[in-house]
């Protein structure tokens, strides 16, 4: 009787231990918000202090963990970056990330397309996403591409209204870009397409970096521009639109009517030069972090599937920063009858330069490529 008492007592005790160690896991995937999901994300050099494309793809993760960027409790754990220094280094990454065996690894932009395309096909099983690309298309791989040029057109419209209620003559406005692409070019014709609209006869002028990281280069170029006449330049060019921002922030704060737009990211606190006013008039918000909250939720769901998602303004893919005051209510109210346009349909915008160079009056000298 007393071997059948400790037999059943320490049945009874191993069943305590694994029935709090489950409502303990139970626990910790509730708090996490997460369901115990695990991912990584992968980015090129810039990392997730770019203050644009990466930074809104980790905000995603935080969000869906809910977490924030002060305290991110579960980094290290369910989520973690891995940053290339280089790109000898995407490969190797992509296998780490994989052999680790977490549940999604995240690539962002086109420069990982091909290693990821690679580590993808080598590794059916495992479930792989890839922001601002629609060309990997394998089973296991989600691919998150956006409508920039709807985005883009609203704050080209945006630039075009602020000049005319400045009564800028003739105004100028610039275009920088960082790596030319396809996508880059998205950005671009939108921009200059909502400009368009507005100021049919608008001089255009655009520069590439080169270079997601060269914010000299940038700054150089927003100079030499502002110095002639350009009454704002938009950038589409990572970090080192970030030159760009800065040479507005000086100007602005030395008396001169230039203004800058942002990109990805509402980027409205990297143009104040007073405690109240920015050099940023607005952002293109492309809204990064929608996004891979839907991938981690398909996971977490079990709907995962290999395909190519646009997120849109009818979807709150992209849009438009009202932080700064000087975008004044009665600019905003025009750009929201604007953005109705494009969801309804009643507004075509045209995604491709070869399409929008068909446009009347549209600029045939922009060193845009669409791949």
Known sequence: MKSMSRKLLTLFLVGLLAAQALSAKAARDNASGGGGITVRLLTDATGIDDKSFNAAAWRGILSFYGDTWENPKLRGKNYEVITAQTQDMYIPNLRQATDEGNDLIVATGFTLADALGEVARQNPNQKYMIVDVDWVNLPNVLQAVYAEHEGSFLVG??????????????????????????????????????????????????????????????????????????YLIYHAAGASGFGLLAQAKEYRAAGMNVWSIGVDSDQHEYGLYNATDSAVLTSMLKKVENSLVYGLNAVKNNSFKGEVITFDLKSDGVGYAATNPALTPDIKAELERIKAGIVSGQIKIAATYAEAKKFPGFPQDLHAIDD
């Open 157 to 230: 419209a945006a630039a075009a209204l602020k000049a005319k209620a400045d009564g800028i003559a003739n105004p100028s406005f610039g275009f920088i870009g960082g790596i030319p692409s396809a996508t880059i070019t998205k950005f671009e014709v939108g921009y200059v397409q909502g400009i368009l609209s507005v100021l049919p006869n608008a001089k255009i002028v655009d520069y590439y970096v080169n270079d997601w990281g060269n914010p000299a280069l940038a700054k150089t170029q927003a100079k030499n521009w502002y110095d002639s006449g350009v």
